[in-house]
C-alpha cells in the first residue's frame, strides 16, 4: 500500500471524539476532499454515521468507540436532514445546553436522515413543522434504477423477458383465467371462423386461433416479430469486458511479470437475413381484418383493461391488453410468432409481448405522474358525479341515496390532489410561501363543506345542517385526537413493539388543544350558566300530586330569556373567541417555528451531494401545476359539497339511526381518509411522532382555524350559525382531550395504548348511535 493513502486515515479514536465534541452543537459535515480521497465502495444504500437510534426516525446507524475509518461518516450524493428530537435511553450531553434548558435539552440527540434530493428534504421538514400538512408521498420523481427490485418489477417491461422466478402456476395467474382469459379465448375463438369464412381473411383466422390459445394462459410465453427470433436463435459469443477494481491499479507493481496473455479466438458469425419491406398495409386482407376482426377484438381488450386497472392489482393484465390492442393486432400476422419460455433462459430478451405474473399487491403503491393509483382511480368518480348530480335533478335515474353516495366518495380523491398540491408548493417555495399556502388550503375540504351545509339548511329554513354540522365539525375532532393516532399505535406497535416520540413536541399540540376545546365550548358554557332550561312534551300523570309532569326533551335556550342577551352578551363572546383562538395558533406557530426551534430543531444540511445526482430527480408537479390542481381541486370539491349536502335530506328523514351517528362518522371523517393511510405509513415505518401530529394538526385548525372562519361567513351572510353545542359534544370532547393528553405523557407508545384510544372512540361512537337526533331534524 503507498503511503499517500494511509497517511489520510484518522489516526485514533481519540482524534474522532475530539472531533465528535468540537462539533457537538453542529450538523454533520462531510468533507468534499476526504470523498476524494475516499472514493465510495458502497451500494446505493448509504449508511449514515450518527448519534444514537433516535426515537421518531427508525434505525439509524451508530459509530463505534474505535477508530477504524468505516465508521466514520461516508459521503454520499443525497441531501441531509437533521432533526434534534427527545433521545431516550441515550447519555445525558456535558455541559451548558444552548437553549438554558437543562432538564429537557441535555437530553437531545443529533440525528440526521437522508432525503434524496433538497425538495423531497425541504417536504421531510415540512412535515416536523407545526401547522404544516404532513404528506408521505414523495413529490420528486425517483429514477427507476434507485428503487427496490419489488418497485422496479410494478414498471418493468412487458416487452422484456427476463428469468423466471417462483411458480407459473400461483394464485394470481389461476385468478385470471377465471376473470378474463376464458372469454378473451372465448372472443377469439369466434372471431376466427369468420375470419376463415372471408377467404382474404385467413392468416388472420390462424393469428385468432394462436392468440386465443395464448390468452387462455398467457405467462411463461412470448409473442415475438419471426424476424427477432430468427436473430435470436443465431449463436453469438459472447462478450467480455474486465473491469479492474479501484484498488488494482495500486497493486500493479507486486504483480508478477510473466502472466499468461489470453489468445483471441475468432468465431465466425453468420449475418442475419435482410429483412424485407412489408407490404402489410398494402394488402386487401389488412382492411377486411380491420372491418370484421379488430373492432370486436379491440371492444373485448378495452373491457379487459379498464377492468383490470381499476382492480389494481390486475395492472400487468391492463397492460397485457394495451399493449395487444396497440401493437399485436396490427401487426402483419406472418411476423407474429408465440413461444414458451423456459426456465433455463437466463438472458435478458426483447420481444412484442411477454408476462410471468397477472397479480402482484404491491399495486397499492403504484403512481402516475406521481398520484397513487387508488386516487387516480377514483377521478373519474368525480366527473360522473357532478354530471348525474346537475343532470338527474329529479332522480329519475339515480336515487338521492346514490348520489349521496358517490359525492362522499368523490371527496376522497380530491382531498389526495389537495393535500399533494399543498404539499408539491410547499417543498420549491421558502417558509413563508409554504405557511400561507397550508393556511389557505389546509381546511378547504372540511370548509367547503360546512359553508355549503349551512347554505343549503338558511335556504330551506331548516336548522337541521347546522346541528349537522356542529356533529361534523365534534367528530373530526373526537377522530383525529383518538381514532387516528389509536389506529398509528395500533399497526406501527404491532411491527415495531414500542414506539417513542418528542413528548415535548407532542406537549406543544397537547395544550393547544386544550386551549382549543376551552375556547371554542366557552359559548356552551355561557348559554348553561345564563340559559333558562326548557322542557318540551310534557304530560301531566292523573292521580299524582307528587310528581305532576314527565317532560322529555330538556334544553337550555337562550331565546327564552332577555331578547338581548344574544345580541349584549352571546354574539360578543362568539367573535371575541373567533379573534383569540387564530391568535393562539399564530403564537403556536411563532413559539415552535421562531423562538423554540429546538423542540423541532430542523436543519437541512449544507451539503447537497453531486449536482448531476440530484439533476436526475424531476419535480412532479411544478409550482404552477400544483396551484392549478388546487383551484380545480377546490372548485369541485366545493361543487361536490353541493350535491352531498343536497342529497342528505332524504337520509336525514328516512333513516332510522340518529343523524349525530352520521355526521360524526361519515361526513366527519371520509375527507379525513388520505391523512389516515398517511399516518398509517408514518407508524409503519417508526416514526410514530409524525403520525400523531397527522391528528394533532387537524384537530387543532378545526378549532382555531375552520370554525372562527365558519364564525366570520356567519358574520357577512347570516346563515344562523350559533356556537352553542349539545352537551353530548361537550363532554365528549372534553374526556377525548383528557385522554389523550394522559397517553402523551411518557413519550412511548405501543399497540396497547393506541387500542385504549380506538376503545374509547367506538365507546363515544356508540354513545352517538343510541342517542336520539336532535330536535330540529
Not at 396490427?330 to 407474429?336: G, I, N, T, V
Not at 331548516?462 to 389509536?486: D, S
Not at 361526513?667 to 398509517?680: R, S
Not at 410514530?688 to 384537530?699: K, M, P, T, W, Y
Request: hydrophobic letters at 45%.
Amino acid at each position: 500500500m503507498s503511503d499517500r493513502k494511509t497517511s489520510s486515515v484518522p489516526v485514533d479514536a481519540d482524534s474522532l471524539r475530539r472531533r465528535s465534541a468540537a462539533q457537538d452543537s453542529s450538523e454533520i459535515y462531510v468533507d468534499p476532499e476526504q470523498h476524494r480521497r475516499f472514493p465510495r465502495r458502497q451500494s446505493q444504500t448509504d449508511r449514515i454515521c450518527v448519534g444514537p437510534q433516535h426515537p421518531e426516525l427508525g434505525t439509524m446507524t451508530t459509530p463505534s468507540p474505535d477508530g477504524s475509518v468505516a465508521h466514520f461518516c461516508h459521503y454520499t450524493p443525497k441531501c441531509y436532514l437533521t432533526v434534534h428530537g427527545a433521545g431516550h435511553g441515550t447519555s445525558a450531553r456535558t455541559g451548558s445546553s444552548q437553549y438554558g434548558e437543562e432538564g429537557w435539552h441535555d437530553a437531545t440527540t443529533k440525528t440526521t436522515i437522508r432525503a434524496d434530493n433538497e425538495v423531497e428534504a425541504h417536504r421531510e421538514a415540512n412535515n416536523y413543522r407545526f401547522g404544516f400538512r404532513k404528506w408521505k408521498g414523495n413529490v420528486t420523481e425517483k429514477p427507476i434504477g434507485e428503487r427496490s427490485d419489488i418497485t422496479k418489477e410494478l414498471y418493468a417491461d412487458i416487452s422484456l423477458v427476463k428469468p423466471q422466478e417462483g411458480l407459473v402456476v400461483s394464485f394470481g395467474n389461476i385468478v385470471y383465467v377465471f376473470l378474463f382469459g376464458w372469454w378473451i379465448s372465448l372472443i377469439y375463438f369466434l372471431v376466427c371462423p369468420i375470419m376463415f369464412l372471408t377467404i382474404l381473411g385467413a392468416p388472420y383466422g390462424k393469428l385468432c386461433w394462436k392468440l386465443a390459445l395464448y390468452f387462455i394462459w398467457p405467462f411463461a410465453k412470448s409473442i415475438e416479430k419471426a424476424s427477432d427470433a430468427v436473430r435470436s436463435s443465431i449463436v453469438k459469443p459472447p462478450k467480455f469486458e474486465v473491469i479492474p477494481e479501484e484498488g488494482d491499479t495500486e497493486d500493479k507493481e507486486s504483480a508478477p511479470l510473466l502472466v499468461s496473455s489470453p489468445i483471441p479466438v475468432e468465431i465466425p458469425v453468420p449475418e442475419p437475413p435482410v429483412r424485407k419491406a412489408s407490404k402489410h398495409w398494402c394488402r386487401v386482407s389488412t382492411y377486411v381484418w380491420l372491418l370484421l376482426g379488430y373492432p370486436v377484438l379491440a371492444v373485448a381488450h378495452s373491457v379487459a383493461c379498464v377492468l383490470s386497472w381499476l382492480l389494481i392489482f390486475t395492472i400487468p393484465v391492463s397492460k397485457m391488453n394495451a399493449r395487444t390492442l396497440t401493437t399485436v393486432l396490427l401487426m402483419a400476422p406472418e411476423d407474429l410468432q408465440i413461444h414458451r419460455q423456459e426456465k433455463t433462459n437466463i438472458c435478458e430478451i426483447r420481444v412484442v409481448l411477454y408476462c410471468n405474473r397477472a397479480f402482484n399487491v404491491h399495486y397499492c403503491k403504484y403512481t402516475v405522474q406521481g398520484i397513487n393509483i387508488f386516487a387516480l382511480n377514483l377521478l373519474p368518480l368525480v366527473f360522473i358525479t357532478l354530471i348525474v348530480g346537475y343532470t338527474d335533478r329529479e332522480h329519475n335515474y339515480f336515487s338521492a341515496e346514490t348520489k349521496f353516495a358517490t359525492a362522499i366518495t368523490s371527496i376522497i380523491p380530491l382531498s389526495y390532489y389537495i393535500g399533494m398540491g399543498i404539499a408539491s408548493i410547499s417543498a420549491q417555495s421558502n417558509f413563508a410561501v409554504g405557511a400561507v399556502v397550508n393556511a389557505t388550503f389546509g381546511s378547504i375540504t372540511e370548509m367547503t363543506f360546512y359553508i355549503t351545509a349551512l347554505l343549503q339548511g338558511y335556504h330551506a329554513n331548516n336548522k337541521c345542517y347546522e346541528e349537522i354540522v356542529k356533529a361534523a365539525l365534534t367528530g373530526t375532532i373526537l377522530g383525529c385526537i383518538l381514532f387516528i393516532p389509536g389506529i398509528c399505535m395500533i399497526i406501527g406497535g404491532i411491527k415495531h413493539r414500542e414506539q417513542r416520540f418528542n413528548s415535548r413536541s407532542a406537549g406543544v399540540s397537547s395544550a393547544l388543544l386544550f386551549i382549543s376545546i376551552g375556547g371554542v365550548f366557552a359559548p356552551t358554557l355561557f348559554s348553561k350558566a345564563f340559559g333558562y332550561l326548557v322542557c318540551e312534551s310534557c304530560t301531566n300523570i292523573p292521580n299524582n300530586t307528587s310528581v305532576p309532569f314527565i317532560c322529555k326533551d330538556c334544553h337550555y335556550d337562550m331565546s327564552r330569556t332577555d331578547p338581548h342577551l344574544i345580541l349584549a352578551h352571546i354574539e360578543p363572546l362568539v367573535y371575541t373567541i373567533s379573534v383569540l383562538l387564530p391568535t393562539a395558533y399564530l403564537i403556536g406557530l411563532i413559539f415552535t417555528l421562531k423562538t423554540h426551534t429546538h423542540i423541532y430543531d430542523i436543519h437541512i444540511s449544507d451539503g447537497q451531494g453531486d449536482p448531476a445526482h440530484v439533476g436526475h430527480h424531476v419535480v412532479l408537479w411544478s409550482r404552477w401545476r400544483a396551484l392549478t390542481v388546487l383551484i380545480v381541486a377546490t372548485v369541485l370539491m366545493a361543487c361536490c359539497a353541493d350535491l352531498s349536502t343536497e342529497n342528505v335530506k332524504p337520509i336525514l328523514t328516512n333513516s332510522s339511526i340518529s343523524k349525530y351517528f352520521i355526521s360524526v362518522t361519515v361526513l366527519a371523517m371520509v375527507p379525513e381518509l388520505p391523512e389516515i393511510v398517511n399516518g398509517i405509513q408514518f407508524a409503519l415505518q417508526n416514526n410514530i411522532s409524525l403520525s400523531l401530529e397527522v391528528g394533532s394538526c387537524i384537530a387543532v385548525q378545526v378549532c382555531m382555524i375552520q370554525i372562527p372562519l365558519l364564525i366570520l361567513f356567519n358574520a357577512f351572510y347570516d346563515v344562523g350559525f350559533v356556537l352553542v353545542f349539545s352537551d353530548i359534544h361537550l363532554w365528549a370532547s372534553i374526556f377525548s382531550v383528557i385522554v389523550v393528553n394522559y397517553i402523551f405523557m411518557d413519550g412511548k407508545c405501543d399497540y396497547f395504548q393506541g387500542t385504549a384510544l380506538v376503545v374509547v372512540y367506538l365507546i363515544l361512537l356508540a354513545l352517538y348511535f343510541f342517542a336520539p337526533s336532535p330536535r330540529s331534524c
